[in-house]
């Protein structure tokens, strides 16, 4: 059975530091990995997502990486700024079409 | 463009009332999912639609759940006889194709008294 976690639940850096957040997933068989960000009371916002075949994606400040076989991914987000605050989730898709998701990092970047 | 919405944005019944949620996804999308996050259970996934084929109900908790999609289109997630631990956000998601980015949409927050 699939679990993904994320590690640490939460985090807090002051502006302008790099954001390195962690996501594990036990089982290697999936067919892409996907971040997004959640702010409260919202629904999610898709960041980057990374097909199993691809070693990372960029977008912006952001940069997600994926090493299949050892099953992580890690989410850089490059000079923090107050508005990254939010909880970061990721995401594996291990069979057609069904996302399973880690519990989360909660962001506080602080001015 | 317009993205994934849903109705209402809040919905406050009694136990064992029947709700239905609704879900429009992005237009041209093939896929639809619905999913359940709440504080003990994170976010889970519920249902999934792909076109024309019979839908993934791998995640439906009990058979009071259940959920369609018409025309293709718009989904209504049905839940009957309510129970307070069906207290949750409900969100919906479509994607182009099953191996696309999913896009959410706000959510629908049920609370069930």
């Known amino acids: 059975k699939q679990e993904v976690t994320q590690i640490p639940a939460a985090l807090s850096v002051p502006e302008g530091e790099n954001l390195v957040l962690n996501c594990s997933f036990t089982?290697?068989?999936?067919?892409?990995l996907q971040w997004f960000r959640q702010d409260p009371g919202k629904g999610l916002t898709s960041l980057l997502l990374?097909?199993?075949?691809?070693r990372e994606q960029t977008s912006g400040r952001l940069n997600a990486s994926l090493d299949k076989s050892s099953g992580r991914s890690t989410l850089y987000i490059a000079a923090s700024q107050p508005g990254d605050s939010a909880t970061y989730l990721c995401?594996?898709?291990?069979?057609?079409?069904?996302?399973?998701f880690g519990a989360g990092t909660q962001v506080v970047v602080t001015p | 463009g317009a993205g994934v919405s849903q109705s209402p944005s809040n919905k406050v019944t009694e136990k064992g009332k029947d709700v239905e949620l609704r879900c429009d996804p992005i237009?041209?999308?093939?896929?639809l999912y619905w999913y359940r996050q709440s504080l003990g259970q994170g976010l889970e996934f519920l249902i999934y639609?792909?076109?024309?084929?019979?839908?993934?109900k791998s995640g439906l908790p009990s058979d009071r759940f259940s959920a369609e999609r018409t025309g293709g289109s718009v989904s209504t997630l049905t839940i009957q006889r309510t129970q307070q631990e069906d207290s949750a956000v409900y969100l919906c998601?479509?994607?182009?194709?099953?191996?696309?980015?999913?896009?959410f949409g706000p959510g629908t927050r049920l609370t069930v008294l």
């Open positions: 990374i097909q199993s075949s691809q």
């Open positions: 237009s041209g999308h093939t896929a």
């Open positions: 998601a479509s994607s182009l194709e099953p191996e696309d980015t999913q896009y």
């Open positions: 995401a594996v898709r291990t069979s057609w079409g069904k996302l399973q």
């Open positions: 639609f792909q076109g024309n084929s019979a839908p993934d």
């Open positions: 089982d290697s068989a999936i067919y892409n």
